[in-house]
């Protein structure tokens, strides 16, 4: 693969570096669960979320493949599991979520900025 997409496990998370720019830097993602409510008159729209839980989720394992990483982010042994797959596809870098994340319908994401 080359230096092209770089990632180190810290103690936080992992490092993500993209053809030498820092993308991702420490924890990176949180699942959550929470309730929206969303009322309409008139063409008017009055949007509630309220988030009920928030988890940080930090890596479980990390393996390198032909083509990029397959990274499983889990909070616990028992707690929401997340799969993130990490390559470059046509000259840009491609993250994607293959597998649905069950129980949880919000999700948080961490870029360095």
């Given at each position: ?31 959550g ?70 129980g ?10």
């Open positions: 693969m080359g230096s092209v997409i770089e990632l180190r496990e810290n103690g936080a998370g992992f490092d993500l570096d993209y053809r030498g720019l820092r993308l991702i830097d420490g924890p990176f993602a949180y699942a669960i929470g309730r929206e409510s969303i009322d309409m008159y008139r063409g008017n729209f009055d949007v509630r979320d309220y988030v009920e839980e928030r988890v940080p989720l930090a890596p479980d394992t990390i393996t390198e493949s032909g083509d990029g990483y397959r990274i499983t982010l889990a909070a616990g042994a028992e707690g929401p599991r997340l799969v993130v797959l990490v390559r470059e596809t046509g000259g840009r870098l491609e993250l994607s979520f293959p597998e649905p994340c069950p949880r319908n919000r999700f948080w994401f961490r870029f360095s900025a």
